[in-house]
């Protein structure tokens, strides 16, 4: 078992991802790990009803098979909560500070480039929005590397590693590498 965990947590694989990372003082660190639940479902409500929704799914399934109208009643449901987290996760104005970025990524870092300088050690906040489901994760992480790019290049190399991910966030995270390598191995079979 524990060679699988770390066999899952060493995959790397490349993709383009909507993210959003802000460097923390040790206050906000502090209030943000005291409240990391709360703090997570706040950016990411309409993430976790989604979540919430593929792990009910089984069960739906078999109550549609018992009762019809109590499936369609549940996913009825379902549908309007969905609606309210769309609705309350507009309204936070997170999705306007993401910026799309190619990545390296794990289930337990994320590497990109930019423009913006940071120190090894420094702690941040992330946001990122998993392309094939459309799930935000929101994490804390510390920067484990930092390579500042020539005048020529203009981007440089941060590598963060994550220090607090909810574990369903992380099984979203590799459900999104084995689906993103799944279409990868599918166009590469069609060219």
């Known amino acids: 078992m524990s060679t699988e965990v770390n066999r899952r947590d060493a995959f790397r694989l490349d993709d383009s991802m909507l993210l959003s990372v802000k460097k923390l003082s040790d206050s906000e660190l502090e209030n943000l790990i005291e409240n990391f ?3 997570r479902l706040q950016h990411c409500l309409k993430s976790h009803f989604m979540l919430q929704r593929e792990n009910r799914k089984t069960s739906l399934l078999f109550i549609r098979k018992r009762d019809p109208d109590v499936a369609q009643f549940l996913n009825s449901l379902e549908d309007q909560l969905m609606l309210v987290a769309s609705r309350l996760s507009s309204t936070t104005g997170d999705e306007q500070s993401m910026i799309l970025h190619d ?14 300088d940071y120190k090894v050690g420094e702690q941040v906040q992330c946001l990122m929005t998993l392309a094939t489901s459309d799930l935000q994760i929101f994490t804390l992480a510390t920067v484990t590397r930092f390579e500042d790019a020539s005048v020529s290049e203009g981007q440089n190399s941060v590598a963060l590693q994550f220090t607090h991910l909810h574990s369903d966030d992380s099984e979203a995270i590799i459900r999104h590498m084995a689906k993103l390598q799944q279409i990868q191995l599918q166009q590469r079979r069609a060219d």
């Open 37 to 39: 639940d709360a703090v």
């Open 103 to 116: 990545v390296n990524m794990s289930s337990s870092s994320i590497r990109f480039s930019t423009t913006s």
